[in-house]
């Protein structure tokens, strides 16, 4: 994995368990069914496979940070080459609305579990989990 080649290895805490995985970002397990992340790469989702997860949401806008972000369309590719389900669900930061967090819902709904989720910090996928699930 190029990943762990450079050196980029973290813990993730998953199903109580503490295992070593190869994503470049830190994945905060919210619960045992689901996770959010800072900005992920095409790169990070062999390893996000690896990690357990059956399916990715991809919160982040494209080109919110401009044009070396990387887009939902090559993300989304290496997630099914990896054999993840993915979900692009863009939400403006700041912006969130009522039909966005009902949509997070019925995502969750319906992708296998575990779920990643993603944005520029996490912070977006989080209040939108609370907000469609009620918890906080």
Known sequence: CQALAEGRAIHCCYFHLLQEITVATPINSLTSDFAVAPQLTPDDMAA???????????????????????????????????????????????????????????????LPAPVLAYCRSGTRCTVLYRAATGNS
């Open 48 to 110: 996000v496979a690896a990690a357990g997860f059956k399916s990715v949401i991809i919160n982040r806008p494209d080109f919110e940070d401009g044009p070396n972000q990387p887009t939902s369309a090559a993300v989304s590719e290496a997630a099914r080459a990896a054999g993840l389900r993915v979900a692009y669900q863009p939400v403006v930061s700041g912006q969130m609305t009522s039909d966005d967090v009902t949509h997070f819902a019925e995502l969750l709904q319906t």
